[in-house]
């Protein structure tokens, strides 16, 4: 038995009550942004059983009272209310409406009790900071959107907060990054429940990959918590942001801020969420993308020029992070930049990152194609569409393994 089926089986096994294990119930709220709230309603609430996916009830439910304003001022009526929620085996927590207010207490004492009862609890997004507020991610790795997991990492320090991953599958508890990594989370779901060939007849008809491999590190900015403002380590990260083409550990940033190492990385991580090596690399990354994409400096002056002790440090670092080499990432970037227009630039794209099978032919083509290496798609600011125009095509290659960008239950 695999390791998702027997999560699986563990938590059918668990549930008491009234609840079913094919029932889903998503809670929304008002202000939740309206793509996040509907990822869960089209995964589980459109029957799909002509494609081989097996159907899920759905329950909408109200976690306070309506109507439910969202996106554009819409307004939202769900048909059922908090008290639904006890027939359910999976509880979804769309996006919450902000990481600062604190959610209701009626909705977070009917997620505790659902979790109690066995049921499998999702927060997708900021949905995270919910399921934080009930207690449930006491003690458990978990992510969300990068640009708010420093915040989760601070507000909820049991909390065991890991903004690279796309998702994380705790067994009962589950967490998406931001926005399209709910669809991610909720493919895995299917998946967990009834397979892979049910996961990918439902992703072809989604139009996504039925796995995206990597996580949210080639997404991540300079960006930090604003908090960070007030903090006394406000200096030092400063100082590290505007010195990173010299050659510094940890060790220097601790002596900076007058702490020993161990003091200093934790309260590093309590601030920003990450460790500070991992931190510091991954400026270091951002750094020769930037120049990458707007210099003409060869890779061994980048890698001098971000901090990096040898262009192989460089290399591999950059290659963990995005997939690619810095040499591949510039000329994807470059051949996204064509003279003719969007159209082209998207074919360009595609045809730099849709792999072939490994033959002397097709080796022997790409050669006369290309005088140097073969392009990966870039990734970074402006890299969210390439992304999903690489991950989309490799997912229909036969053949090719993907590694899917989330990290279950040990």
Same mark, same amino acid.
């Given at each position: 038995? #695999?390791?998702?089926?027997?999560?699986?089986?563990?938590?059918?096994?668990?549930?008491?009550?009234?609840?079913? !294990?094919?029932?889903?119930?998503?809670?929304?709220?008002?202000?939740?942004?309206?793509? $996040?709230?509907?990822?869960?309603?089209?995964?589980?609430? @459109?029957?799909?059983?002509?494609?081989?996916?097996? !159907?899920?009830?759905?329950?909408? =439910? %109200?976690?306070?009272?309506?109507?439910?304003?969202?996106?554009?001022?819409?307004?939202?009526?769900?048909?059922?209310?908090?008290?639904? @929620?006890?027939?359910?085996?999976?509880?979804?927590?769309?996006?919450?409406?902000?990481?600062?207010?604190?959610?209701?207490?009626?909705?977070?004492?009917?997620?505790?009790?659902?979790?109690?009862?066995?049921?499998?609890?999702?927060?997708? =997004?900021? %949905?995270?900071?919910?399921?934080?507020?009930?207690?449930?991610?006491?003690?458990?790795?978990?992510?969300?959107?990068?640009?708010?997991?420093?915040?989760?990492?601070?507000?909820?320090?049991?909390?065991?907060?890991?903004?690279? $991953?796309?998702?994380?599958?705790?067994?009962?508890?589950?967490?998406?990054?931001?926005?399209?990594?709910? @669809?991610?989370?909720?493919?895995?779901?299917?998946?967990?429940?009834?397979?892979?060939?049910?996961?990918?007849?439902?992703?072809?008809?989604?139009?996504?990959?039925?796995?995206?491999?990597?996580?949210? $590190?080639?997404?991540?900015?300079?960006?930090?918590?604003?908090?960070? %403002?007030?903090? +006394?380590?406000?200096?030092?990260?400063?100082?590290?942001? $505007?010195?990173?083409?010299?050659?510094?550990?940890?060790?220097?940033?601790?002596?900076?801020?007058?702490?020993?190492?161990?003091?200093?990385?934790?309260?590093?991580?309590?601030?920003?969420?990450?460790?500070?090596?991992?931190?510091?690399?991954?400026?270091?990354?951002?750094?020769?993308?930037?120049?990458?994409?707007? #210099?003409?400096?060869?890779?061994?002056?980048?890698?001098?020029? =971000?901090?990096?002790?040898?262009?192989?440090?460089?290399?591999?670092?950059? !290659?963990?992070?995005?997939?690619?080499?810095?040499?591949?990432?510039?000329?994807?970037? !470059?051949?996204?930049?064509?003279?003719?227009?969007?159209?082209?630039?998207?074919?360009?794209? @595609?045809?730099?990152?849709?792999?072939?099978?490994?033959?002397?032919?097709?080796?022997?083509?790409?050669?006369?194609?290309?005088?140097?290496?073969? +392009?990966?798609?870039?990734?970074?600011?402006?890299?969210?569409?390439?992304?999903?125009?690489?991950?989309?095509?490799?997912?229909?290659?036969?053949?090719?393994?993907?590694?899917?960008?989330?990290?279950?239950?040990?």
């Amino acid at each position: 038995m #695999s390791q998702d089926s027997a999560t699986a089986t563990e938590a059918a096994r668990k549930l008491t009550g009234r609840r079913r !294990r094919e029932v889903v119930a998503v809670l929304l709220f008002s202000g939740g942004p309206i793509f $996040e709230s509907s990822i869960p309603l089209s995964v589980f609430g @459109i029957d799909r059983q002509d494609a081989g996916v097996p !159907r899920y009830r759905l329950l909408v =439910c %109200g976690g306070e009272d309506g109507p439910l304003r969202t996106t554009g001022g819409l307004e939202l009526s769900a048909p059922y209310g908090l008290e639904a @929620i006890s027939r359910a085996g999976t509880v979804v927590v769309p996006a919450w409406r902000s990481i600062t207010s604190p959610p209701p207490a009626e909705a977070l004492d009917a997620l505790r009790r659902a979790h109690e009862e066995g049921a499998r609890i999702v927060g997708l =997004c900021t %949905g995270a900071f919910v399921l934080a507020a009930a207690g449930l991610l006491d003690g458990r790795p978990a992510t969300t959107h990068w640009m708010y997991a420093p915040t989760l990492a601070k507000r909820y320090p049991s909390v065991h907060v890991d903004p690279r $991953e796309l998702f994380v599958d705790d067994g009962d508890v589950l967490t998406s990054a931001g926005t399209a990594a709910g @669809i991610d989370l909720c493919l895995h779901i299917v998946r967990t429940d009834h397979g892979t060939e049910a996961a990918g007849a439902l992703a072809r008809r989604l139009v996504v990959p039925p796995r995206r491999s990597g996580g949210q $590190e080639r997404y991540l900015d300079r960006s930090l918590p604003e908090e960070i %403002g007030s903090d +006394p380590l406000a200096e030092v990260v400063a100082w590290a942001l $505007e010195h990173l083409h010299e050659q510094f550990d940890v060790e220097t940033l601790a002596a900076r801020a007058y702490m020993s190492r161990r003091t200093f990385d934790r309260r590093f991580r309590s601030l920003t969420g990450s460790a500070p090596l991992q931190w510091l690399i991954t400026q270091r990354v951002l750094q020769a993308q930037r120049l990458l994409e707007t #210099s003409d400096y060869s890779v061994d002056e980048v890698a001098g020029r =971000c901090g990096f002790r040898s262009p192989v440090a460089l290399r591999g670092h950059f !290659r963990r992070q995005l997939g690619s080499s810095p040499a591949a990432y510039r000329a994807a970037y !470059r051949a996204r930049r064509p003279q003719g227009g969007g159209l082209e630039g998207a074919t360009t794209m @595609i045809e730099a990152s849709v792999p072939v099978q490994d033959t002397a032919s097709s080796r022997r083509a790409a050669a006369a194609a290309s005088p140097g290496p073969s +392009p990966a798609v870039a990734t970074g600011a402006s890299g969210g569409a390439a992304e999903h125009l690489r991950t989309g095509a490799e997912a229909y290659v036969p053949g090719r393994p993907t590694l899917p960008g989330q990290r279950s239950a040990p």
